[in-house]
């Protein structure tokens, strides 16, 4: 049964930092590409970053470049997200998913499996 579980979400002050972790179970992480979204209250979810399968490319969507990295743990089956600098703009839900592919599609309709989520909540 394959399976994404997150973690590691909180309540930081701006400036501050987190590092999410997204636990794969019931396959190979190591063969898909995972990816990270989020969704605001009251907005679309949105892509955050993802990285590929076969040459761990990262990508990241403009706002957080410089500020959030992406890198997997293959012996752990788990994909992370360092997030510094954070913002109150940051705050959403966070959810991992994999990709129906190697690579990273621009689709949130290729991937096919999503976590539940994990509250990012950046405020003073």
């Known amino acids: 049964q394959v399976q994404l579980v997150e973690s590691g979400g909180g309540l930081v002050p701006p400036g501050g930092s987190l590092k999410l972790s997204c636990l794969a179970s019931?396959?190979?992480?190591?063969?898909?590409?995972i990816g990270w979204f989020r969704q605001a209250p009251g907005k679309e979810r949105e892509g955050v970053s993802c990285?590929?399968?076969?040459?761990?490319?990262?990508y990241y969507r403009d706002s957080v470049k410089g500020r959030f990295t992406i890198s997997r743990d293959n012996a752990k089956n788990t994909v992370y997200l360092q997030m510094n600098s954070l913002k109150p703009e940051d705050t959403a839900v966070y959810y991992c998913?994999?990709?129906?592919?190697?690579?990273?599609?621009?689709?949130?309709?290729?991937?096919?499996?999503w976590g539940q989520g994990t509250q990012v909540t950046v405020s003073s």
């Open positions: 019931g396959f190979t992480s190591d063969k898909y590409a």
């Open positions: 990285i590929s399968s076969t040459f761990g490319s990262m």
């Open positions: 998913a994999r990709s129906n592919y190697y690579y990273c599609p621009a689709s949130m309709g290729a991937y096919d499996y």
